[in-house]
């Protein structure tokens, strides 16, 4: 079954552990990006690249709730309820 990160990795983004607000040390799944992205378009990307997969992406719903927290230059994107797996490409 495909999974977030992966699809994220096959969209060319660049995946990472990360713990967000209110998260107290547990990590997640996350991008950086350095400019505001839209968070429709990214999950109608994701949405549109499952549809000629067999099955729905793990943890579907999800996908439509990520936060986003700003570093001077640049965002990161993440979505506490979904684990980063940290050697997600060596599956």
Same mark, same amino acid.
């Given at each position: %079954?495909?999974?977030l990160q992966h699809i994220l990795e096959d969209l060319g983004f660049e995946t990472m552990s990360y713990s967000g607000r209110g998260m107290y040390g547990k990590t997640c799944l996350a991008i950086r990006t350095e400019s505001n992205i839209n968070l429709f378009n990214l999950g109608a990307e994701v949405a549109q690249s499952t549809l000629d997969e067999d099955e729905f992406v793990e943890s579907y719903p999800d996908i439509f709730?990520?936060? %986003?927290?700003?570093?001077?230059?640049g965002i990161v994107?993440?979505?506490p309820n979904i684990e980063y797996i940290k050697d997600a490409t060596e599956n």
């Amino acid at each position: %079954m495909a999974n977030l990160q992966h699809i994220l990795e096959d969209l060319g983004f660049e995946t990472m552990s990360y713990s967000g607000r209110g998260m107290y040390g547990k990590t997640c799944l996350a991008i950086r990006t350095e400019s505001n992205i839209n968070l429709f378009n990214l999950g109608a990307e994701v949405a549109q690249s499952t549809l000629d997969e067999d099955e729905f992406v793990e943890s579907y719903p999800d996908i439509f709730h990520p936060k %986003m927290d700003s570093f001077g230059l640049g965002i990161v994107v993440y979505w506490p309820n979904i684990e980063y797996i940290k050697d997600a490409t060596e599956n």
